[in-house]
């Protein structure tokens, strides 16, 4: 390392606050936001006004609101003064900050499409080019690529929220952090993991290939105490190392499954083989990468409500559900300077779930684990609709089995369901016990007795004759006409 890049990262390491967190601590996440709050209330009289006292004292979970609609104000304030996007936007809505005074007003402010911001993301850019440190592309999993903006003071904002989270789950100088994201090509979450690593004074390897034994050997080289990776790809590890490793025998301290749902089947099978917490974490590129993550309750997953607001709603009225009611997650990026989203579209299926949390979290909220996306669910037979998590937790937990895709197809009025399996070991009990599976989902046989599908079909093809792939299209829909398509 120069001595430039040293004192550049001495200026960074002072600048995060979660420096300031001890290692050990399990509140990291909460009293890393709770400072945020803390900040604010001393720098701003109208905060202080909104709370209603002239101490801050300890803070409730209605402080923590009252700081988001403030936030949200001022950072809508901020992009109709310099995004060409949101000017029009809300001033064709006749909507101004200051109508926001509630959590209900919220639902004033019109949502932001993520098809406006692949269309355009200029128009979204509230500062001058020089003033972009980063630009990230979306995965595109949905259609076109988005492009983001963000500027140093982002990028170091969200360093710093990676590093007060992964001090959360347990991480301290001692350990190293093994980061797995191979066949991501078009962002890069192993970079932005990696700089919360080096500035948090934290060990971490960024290791990419596909290649398992390589992962492994890459494990043992490095003391790996921690993995952090995309959920299937750390499954795949999982189920084809497993026979081979005492998995056990590696200490593992906490698995991170990042990027796709994480079911329970698969949970299970990481935690009995490796011996360690399998934790959850969501994020989109759109927010930065990082906006929550679970706690050892495997009830939901923390957010950073400082920097973050998120809603639960009914995707068709747009209007706000319940505490662990099943909605959509509209985010907005309180604090982001770059291209800042207010009210954004996730299409991602969830909850909210208010605190407190057994783990000690009083203030901070928790999204439920995301059930899947608006635009992968389908619908079969009767139109009962069906997701990949619904298939990944009858097919995963059958011995043998590290992945599977799903084709639709349509047969004069049936739908037809092939699964190609990809297994380990002897194929005849897998497809047995993997039909079995299928037809005990009540999906599966009330269609079937319907006669609106035929009889699902098995293909097994042996492990390693397909290259690994990120898993967002588990479900291959080629029936003519579909309707299905939400949007
Ligand atoms: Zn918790």
Redesign the pocket.
């Given at each position: 390392m120069s001595i430039l890049q040293r004192v550049k990262l001495a200026i960074a390491r002072r600048r995060l606050s979660s420096q300031r967190i001890a290692f050990g601590s399990d509140k990291a996440l909460e009293v890393w936001e709770e400072n945020k709050v803390r900040n604010e209330f001393k720098r701003s009289p109208e905060l202080r006004k909104a709370i209603g006292r002239d101490e801050l004292g300890t803070i409730g979970r209605r402080d923590m609101r009252e700081y988001q609609l403030h936030k949200f104000r001022q950072q809508m304030a901020y992009v109709m003064e310099n995004s060409y996007y949101y000017k029009h936007k809300f001033e064709a809505a006749g909507i101004r900050p200051e109508d926001i005074r509630t959590w209900d007003d919220l639902q004033k402010v019109p949502i932001t499409e993520p098809a406006d911001l692949a269309a355009e993301p200029f128009t979204f850019l509230c500062v001058s080019q020089s003033k972009v440190m980063r630009v990230f592309s979306t995965s595109g999993t949905t259609g076109t690529r988005k492009r983001l903006f963000y500027t140093q003071n982002d990028v170091l904002n969200i360093v710093d929220s990676i590093a007060a989270a992964l001090k959360t789950v347990g991480m301290t100088d001692k350990d190293t952090l093994q980061i797995m994201f191979p066949a991501v090509a078009a962002w890069d979450p192993g970079l932005m993991l990696d700089g919360a690593c080096k500035v948090a004074g934290m060990r971490s390897v960024v290791s990419s290939t596909a290649d398992v034994d390589e992962q492994i050997r890459t494990m043992k080289d490095n003391g790996t105490t921690m993995m952090i990776g995309l959920t299937s790809f750390l499954y795949r590890v999982t189920i084809l190392a497993k026979g081979r490793y005492d998995l056990r025998s590696f200490g593992m301290k906490a698995i991170i499954c990042s990027a796709e749902p994480l079911s329970e089947a698969m949970r299970r099978e990481m935690i009995s083989s490796w011996g360690c917490p399998v934790l959850a974490q969501y994020g989109m590129t759109e927010m930065g990468l990082a906006t929550s993550i679970?706690?050892?309750?495997y009830?939901?997953l923390?957010l950073n409500d400082a920097d973050f607001l998120v809603e639960c709603v009914d995707p068709e009225t747009g209007k706000h559900v319940g505490d662990r009611q099943p909605g959509e997650l509209i985010f907005t990026s309180l604090s982001m300077e770059g291209s800042p989203l207010i009210r954004y579209r996730s299409y991602d299926l969830s909850c909210a779930i208010e605190?407190p949390?057994?783990?000690?979290?009083r203030t901070?909220g928790?999204i439920g684990k995301v059930q899947g996306r608006l635009d992968a669910q389908t619908k079969i037979g009767y139109g009962q609709k069906i997701y990949p998590l619904l298939f990944d937790e009858a097919i995963l937990p059958v011995p043998g089995v590290i992945s599977y895709t799903l084709q639709l197809e349509r047969e004069g009025f049936r739908d037809r369901l092939t699964f190609t399996v990809e297994h380990e070991g002897d194929p005849a009990p897998v497809k047995e016990k993997v039909l079995e599976a299928l037809n005990a989902l009540d999906e599966i046989s009330s269609a079937i007795e319907n006669d609106l599908i035929s009889p699902p079909e098995v293909v097994l093809i042996p492990a390693g004759s397909v290259e690994f792939s990120p898993k967002s299209k588990t479900i291959i829909d080629k029936r003519p006409n579909y309707d299905a398509a939400q949007k």
């Open positions: 679970e706690c050892d309750q009830d939901g923390h605190p949390c057994g783990c000690g979290f901070v928790k």
